[in-house]
Antibody
Framework: EVQLVESGGGLVQPGRSLRLSCAAS????????MHWVRQAPGKGLEWVSS????????VYADSVKGRFTISRDNAKNSLYLQMNSLRAEDTALYYC????????????WGQGTLVTVSS | IVLTQSPGTLSLSPGEGATLSCRAS???????LAWYQQKPGQAPRLLIY???SRATGIPDRFSGSGSGTDFTLTISRLDPEDFAVYFC?????????FGQGTKVEI
């Protein structure tokens, strides 16, 4: 059974940093592109970033480019999101999502970890 | 690519059919369009990918159609568990984008 479990969220002041983690199991992690998607409270979905299996293709949404860094450790079956210079508008539930093979859509999602940016 | 979903809210009864629309601001390449269902407090669930292919385990009352800029999700007979918010997503070009959602309510 595919499982994605996010952690690392919390309350943080504007301008500070936070690192999210996603522990994956139930599939061959290093075969798949992985993504972060976020959802502000009561709002829609926003794709944040994607990373391919060998970490040589990485893309970001313009809203986080230069501030967030996605990475993965295939030996640990883990995905990460380093978030720097956080803003109030980054407040959201952050989901880790597995790519449907050969596509760019998301066939499995974690339950999310909540990031709140507030002073 | 901006995706606009309509209507914003659909009020229906169990057993009725539902038609949800997703319109793109420019053509979605290779029909790389997906649909997701989200219930309160839950993560989204993939229903349809490549505009018309059902994801694993999705009942056949869900179907997707369309190409270019106009896409449709059809639910043939609403089951009580189908009342939720539905999002479309295009993955034909970066950045991947989502529609704002359609709420299907009783």
């Amino acid at each position: 059974e595919v499982q994605l479990v996010e952690s690392g969220g919390g309350l943080v002041q504007p301008g500070r940093s936070l690192r999210l983690s996603c522990a994956a199991s139930g599939f061959t992690f290093d075969d798949y592109v992985m993504h972060w998607v976020r959802q502000a409270p009561g709002k829609g979905l926003e794709w944040v970033s994607s990373i391919n299996w060998i970490s040589d293709t990485i893309v970001y949404a313009d809203s986080v480019k230069g501030r967030f860094t996605i990475s993965r450790d295939n030996a640990k079956n883990s995905l990460y999101l380093q978030m720097n210079s956080l803003r109030a508008e980054d407040t959201a539930l952050y989901y880790c999502a597995k790519n449907l093979y050969g596509s760019g859509c998301f066939d499995y999602w974690g339950q999310g970890t909540l990031v709140t940016v507030s002073s | 690519i901006v995706l606009t979903q309509s209507p914003g809210t659909l009020s229906l009864s169990p057993g009725e059919g539902a038609t949800l629309s997703c319109r793109a601001s420019q053509s979605v390449s290779s029909s790389y369009l997906a649909w997701y269902q989200q219930k309160p407090g839950q993560a989204p669930r993939l229903l349809i990918y490549a505009a018309s292919s059902r994801a694993t385990g999705i009942p056949d009352r869900f179907s997707g159609s369309g190409s270019g800029t106009d896409f449709t999700l059809t639910i043939s007979r609403l089951d009580p568990e189908d009342f939720a918010v539905y999002f479309c997503q295009q993955y034909g070009s970066s950045p991947y984008t989502f529609g704002q959602g359609t709420k299907v309510e009783i």
